[in-house]
Structure formats: C-alpha cells, structure tokens
C-alpha cells in the first residue's frame, strides 16, 4: 500500500467519509452513496422511454426536444432531497460530479449516446460569484467523463439576472426566464445534438428557454438530462 493511501486512511480515522444520504460512514469502495443507499436510489429508468416520458411531457406544446430524461426522483424531505441540498447549497461538489459519472454510465447505454456535445444550464456572473461553482457544469462533468462526450461552457450564457424560481408558480417561472439566455458563437452548434444538463427539473421552465435558443441555430437538435426531477 502506497504512502498516499496510508495517509488516507489515516485521516478517516479521524474525519470519516459519511453516506451523503444516511450519514453512515462509507467504506473504501463507497464514494457518495453506501451500498444500501445507492440500492435504493429511485432511478427513474426514463432512458428507456427517451421520448415520452414525465420529462418529456412537460416540453410538449412548448418546445421541441428530442429526448428527456432525469437519473433519479427525489421527494420532499426525502434522504435524497438532501443529498442535492448538500451539493446545491452546501458546496459538496462531488456529490454531483461523482453522480453525474453515474449517469452518465447508464445514458451512455442508451440513445442518448447519439449526442455531440454536452451544455450546462449556465449560472449569471452574479450567482456563480455568490455560490462559486455551477451545479449543473459539475454534473455535466461527471456525465462527460462517462459518456465520452465534450461539454461546452460559455457558448448558451444567462444575460439577465433573475430572482429564484422557487416558489413561483408556472406561469411566473415562464416569465421570469423569457429572453434571458443568449448564444455566443452559434457556428460551434451548428448541426450538432446538444445535451442541455440541469441539477433539478420541476417545471422545465428553465430548461425550455434555453432550449429555445439553441434550437434557433442552423440544424440543432437538443435533448435534456437532469439529475434529478421533483415527485409530490
């Protein structure tokens, strides 16, 4: 055993690795999730069913997208709610990037390998100021290390800054996203499928704006991906 690993494991001793969902310390082969855990993380499989699906409907009438999916359903107050809350908000990066390589595994054995690029939904220079990282740029990462495919940053951008969708209804999250991304050397898209990447998705407000500038360039198509998506 290398030096490295002895000092590892030493530090463990003290400051041990915990289950991002359960809080049990994991084992040297866990990463985020214990074994049980991930067992039972609620994958939705929609990969399967890449264009009709509970993703997919919430783009239909609104905007054109090839295929939708998301890895896994979270529900209020669940385990797993916190587990995008400690990534989200508490700055735990790896538990996105380390979850996007996950997915990332399971959509490259599915259509959604047929893509060229992979884009994060992006943050406006205000935001990524305050939170210092881009959720959905991490878990484009994790995907693209295991989907094989390339992520483009600074090509769709966020002009406006806007307040929190949070607690908006529908409606008001449509509106609070209309005209608000742009795209910056169309000519890289062009013809191309893009993989468009967000954390969360519960309306696909967010996700349909940005679609709807891509879809403007010469011959793109785009297909969604999410980490997770909310169930009431």
């Not at 069913?49 to 998301?70: E, H, M, Q, R």
């Not at 693209?144 to 090509?155: G, M, P, Q, W, Y």
């Not at 307040?163 to 008001?172: A, L, N, R």
Request: charged share 25%; with cysteine; hydrophobic share 35%.
């Amino acid at each position: 055993m290398s030096i490295y690993k002895y000092f590892i494991h030493f530090i463990e001793l003290f400051f041990p690795k915990i289950c991002a969902a359960c809080g049990n310390n994991l084992i040297q082969s866990e990463k985020i999730l214990c074994t049980e855990c991930n067992y039972k993380l609620p994958k939705t499989n929609y990969q399967i069913d890449p264009n009709n699906n509970k993703i997919c409907k919430l783009f239909w009438g609104v905007v054109d997208i090839s295929y939708a999916t998301s890895y896994f359903h979270f529900f209020k107050g669940s385990k797993y709610q916190k587990v995008i809350h400690k990534f989200k908000y508490n700055g735990v990066q790896k538990i996105g990037f380390e979850l996007g390589k996950d997915f990332g595994y399971v959509l490259r054995d599915s259509i959604f390998s047929e893509i060229d690029y992979i884009i994060p939904v992006p943050l406006h220079p205000i935001k990524f100021r305050r939170r210092g990282f881009n959720q959905s740029e991490i878990i484009a990462n994790g995907i693209s290390e295991s989907l094989n495919k390339k992520v483009i940053n600074k090509i769709l951008i966020r002009k406006v800054h806007t307040d929190t969708q949070t607690k908006k209804t529908i409606e008001e999250r449509r509106k609070n996203v209309e005209s608000v991304f742009g795209i910056k050397n169309p000519h890289i898209i062009a013809n191309k499928h893009i993989l468009l990447i967000d954390d969360v998705i519960t309306t696909g407000s967010t996700l349909s704006s940005c679609a709807k500038e891509i879809l403007k360039i010469k011959n793109t198509k785009v297909s969604i991906a999410t980490l997770a998506v909310t169930t009431h």
